[in-house]
């Protein structure tokens, strides 16, 4: 497996840690309530910055930039979605196609 493999598996692997496991709900619900006002909206993009950049070793600042400039318009976008199936799909696609 190349080094590029690698990065991907631990970027997508960060992703589902930062979406999944370290958002609280109560980010969610003030996103949600508050939309781009919410600053747990951007802590949320931080937190998700921090462990990509943490998990590529600290050598892709960009991407973790990246990541976190996108991770917060995509779920500040969904915020103004209704809670569908549909919706968070298209949200996890999204981020899986920044990374």
């Keep these: ?5 690698i990065i991907l598996i631990k970027l997508i692997l960060s992703h589902l840690l930062t ?3 370290l958002q609280p709900k ?4 003030d996103r949600n309530e508050k939309h781009f006002a919410s600053v747990k909206l951007y802590m949320h993009g931080l937190v998700t910055a ?3 950049f943490i998990v590529t070793g600290f050598q892709y600042w960009l991407v973790a930039l990246v990541i976190l400039v996108t991770h917060v318009l995509i779920d500040a976008w ?3 979605q209704k809670p569908t199936a549909t919706y968070f799909v298209v949200d996890q ?3 899986l ?3």
Aim: glycine share 0%; proline share 0%; hydrophobic share 55%.
């Design 1 to 5: 497996m190349n080094s590029a493999s």
């Design 19 to 21: 979406d999944f496991i």
């Design 26 to 29: 109560s980010w969610v619900n």
């Design 50 to 52: 921090i462990t990509a």
């Design 78 to 80: 969904k915020s103004y």
């Design 93 to 95: 696609l999204l981020h």
């Design 97 to 99: 196609l920044v990374i």
